[in-house]
Each structure stands twice: as C-alpha cells, then as structure tokens.
C-alpha cells in the first residue's frame, strides 16, 4: 500500500472511529428525501408483496434499500428514479435516498452496511469501489467488496476560480498565467485549491488541468479536501483560490459574484466518465433481481434528465429543501448549457451540459472497464496507488476492474428493459483524448504514463 493510503486510513480512522455509533445520527442529521409528490418523509415500510407490473421472474428479493448521495447534479439519476417512480416501477418500492455529509462520510457508512445504519451503495467517486475493495481507504484497511453497476453521468463539473484572480490568464489553458503561480508559490499564501475527496476524479480534473499548464499539483499549489457544499463558503472567506466539484457549486460563486469558471470538465475532456453507481458486493449477490430493478429505474430516469423538456421538473426536484436546497434558478441554465463563466466567457451548448445516457460517443450509463483503467493508471500518475498496477499492459489494474465492474449486470438489465439497442459492443470505448493533445489508450496505459511530463510516478 501507499505512503499516502496509510495516511489516509490513519487520519481518518482517528477522525471517524465513532462512525458506526454515529452514521444513524449523522444521516438523521441532514434529513432523508421524501416520498414522490410529497415534500416530505421517506419510506421504511418493506414488502414481500409481488408487485403488479412485474413480470414473476424479475420480482425482487427484496423492495428496501439505501443509497447515499451527494448534493451534485451526478446524484440526478437516483433522486429523479424515486421520485418520478421509476424504482417504484419495477418493484423496488422502498427505496431510501440518504444524504451523505461528504465523500468521507459515504465510505464509513457503506463499509458499516444498511445493517449498522449505513447504505448499502449509492453515488461515488471513481475510483472509490476499487479502493474500498482492496481496502485502500477502510478502517483497518479491511477489504470491503464493491461492484460497480453504472455509469451515472458524464460532464457537470467545473474549475471555479477566486474573483481575485480574473484576468490573470487562470484560464482552460495556464500558459499566461505561470508567473502568477510562481509568485504566490514563493509568498506564505500559496495558491490554494480544493478538491471533494483525495486521488479521485473531481482530484483527477484539477490536477490534469494544473499539470496541462505546466503546474505541478503537488509542488506549485496546495491542494485541501473540502466536502463540496462547503466550497463556496470557503472561497466567501478568501481562504481558497479555486475548488474542483460538481454543480451547483462552480456556477454558484458566478451568481454569488465571487468568482468565475477556468474551465468546464466538458472542456478538459469531452464526454469523459464522471460519477458511478456502485453498491456493496454482499448486498448485489444476495440480491440479483433488486439489483437489476435498481439499474433500470436509473437507465429510465437518465433517460428522462436527457430529454431537456424535462430539465426545468429536474432543476426543481433537486432544489428542493430535502435534496440541494438551493434556487432552482441556479441548476437549471447550466442544466441546459447555458453557462456565464464569470469572466466575459460564455457558452450555450447542450452537448457541453450534464448528460445521462448518452453522448456524442454512444453511452453515458454503460460502465466501459477502459475508462475503469484510466482511473486507476491516474491514481499510479500521482503516486496513489504503486506502479505495479499498471505493468504488463495494466495486468494488476485489469484483474481488479474484472472484480468489481459488473457491466454484465448492467447488460442483462437494459435487455430485460428493452433498452437493448443502446447496449454498447464493447467494454472499451477505445482511445482518449484531452484538450492538450494527451491520449491514452486503454491497450498500453504505461505509454500514456510515459507521455505526461509532470508525474509523481518514476517510469
């Protein structure tokens, strides 16, 4: 294991080891969603009922479960299938969407389980599922299995930048703009910026974009963890330079006057994978036909947040008080793709908003296990995870995406929806580029490696 995943499960185990007692009051805490139409309240009735719309081979074991979210526009998918009925539809009737306090707070409640008043799967961060598996970031480093059923979105993020510094060349491309950095480098205030959890994706997307420019993430800056409803608070104070996370939170500080937009993640790497759908291994094989009825109602809901007719509905769903508690107003233009960047900079571009099930490259939901691969090749860039995991073409990497990426779930779930014309025919998407011109092809990650010029890995 890591130098840095020891610190991790260290610092976090002396912060959390009262996280089994307090997951049920952290969670009571922020309050539960409520029931399609009614404001308030969840459900907590199960049945064993037969439900009346599904055919008898695909009744669940089980109506009850409980997933985690986080209050960004990735966790859309979940929210809209319990609302708009679409768990309902096919026999998950009781289905509990749980705000989580941060990312932190998702993980020691998905290693305690439903059983110890934490969730059985939600939202995540990649790689998050291959960590908890191996048990890179549990208490104790307990292995603690995971799968990975779905793809939940695609775009939706940002680089958001202080006020402060607008018009400093803090833009998608940084080569105006490393003098700036050089200079607070050398002062007691370094350019500091925020990411939602350590080495995962909203992570990744600073880093890539700091190392594109020539600024090296873990030299040139500082980088905190701060759970995502706090950025803006955080940049009200004067206290961070930039945070990385999902919207709201990046368009907020444009409507709150504070700051702008460097760049959108759309732009740093269009179509790229985002957020997932994953649960406890334990839970998914104790229960196949739940599993399943859960993937088909988010397939229907990410359908449903892809037609924009219904993108103002979506925006007021999730700002309700129960969910992100904030205007509507506020969701809905980046929703469309619609976006003041804050600088003079604008964009309306539908292809460039949060997307759900597909996009100009085929399917949004579909987990491809090569962009699994690229993750895990970005945590080895950063000195995360060692180099072993990608030696020999990714052997180590490609047994562990085996382990816990189920596209097979997710295939077997969309023919039983009838979503089958949109079943892709590979589990790679192929090769990758990003806005600087990098590629990586899932067939040799190490040349990708070997063509970054700043890297934390010697290779």
Known sequence: MSDFFNQVSR?????TAGASAGAVFLKGCLGNPPEPGSGGGTANQSTTQPVANVS???QPETTKVKLGYIPIVESAPLIIAKEKGFFAKYGMTDV???????????????????????????QWQMPMPHLITEGKIT???????????????????????????????????????????????SSPAPFTAAKTFPAVNQDFWIRYWLAAGGIDPDADVKLLTVP????????????????????????????????????????????????????????????????????????????????????????????????????????????????????GRKINDKSMAALYWKDSKGSVSYPYKSHDLWFITESVRWGFLPPDYIAN????AKALIDKVNREDIWKEAAKEAGFTADIPTSTSRGVETFFDGIKFDPEDPEAYLKSLKIKKVNI
């Not at 941060?102 to 939600?122: L, Q």
């Not at 018009?167 to 480098?185: D, I, P, W």
């Not at 073409?393 to 180590?396: D, F, I």
């Open 11 to 15: 610092r976090k185990f002396i912060a």
């Open 56 to 58: 008898a081979d695909q």
């Open 96 to 122: 509990e969407v749980s705000k989580q306090a941060s990312w932190g707070a998702a993980r020691d409640n998905v290693e305690i389980g439903s059983a110890g008043g934490g969730i059985d799967g939600g």
């Open 139 to 185: 208490k104790g480093n307990k292995p603690i299995p995971m799968y990975v059923l779905c793809q939940l979105i695609t775009h939706g993020n940002g680089i958001a930048i202080a006020d402060k510094h607008k018009g400093k060349g803090v833009t998608l491309q940084l080569a105006g703009a490393k003098s700036l950095f050089a200079q607070m480098k």
């Open 228 to 343: 995502a409803a706090q950025t803006v608070a955080n940049m009200k104070t004067g206290t961070m330079d930039a945070f990385s996370t999902g919207d709201p939170w990046p368009y907020r500080i444009v409507k709150d006057k504070i700051g702008f937009m460097a760049a959108l993640t759309a732009e740093i790497w269009k179509d790229h994978p985002e957020e997932y759908f994953a649960m406890r291994a334990e839970w998914v094989d104790q229960h196949p036909k739940a599993t399943k009825a859960l993937l088909k109602g988010i397939m229907e809901a990410q359908q449903w947040l892809d037609n924009f007719d219904n993108r103002k509905e979506a925006a007021e769903i999730l700002s309700g008080r129960n969910y992100f508690n904030l205007s509507a107003d506020i969701l809905l233009e980046p929703f469309m793709g619609t976006y003041d960047m804050g600088d």
């Open 393 to 396: 073409k990714g052997e180590k």
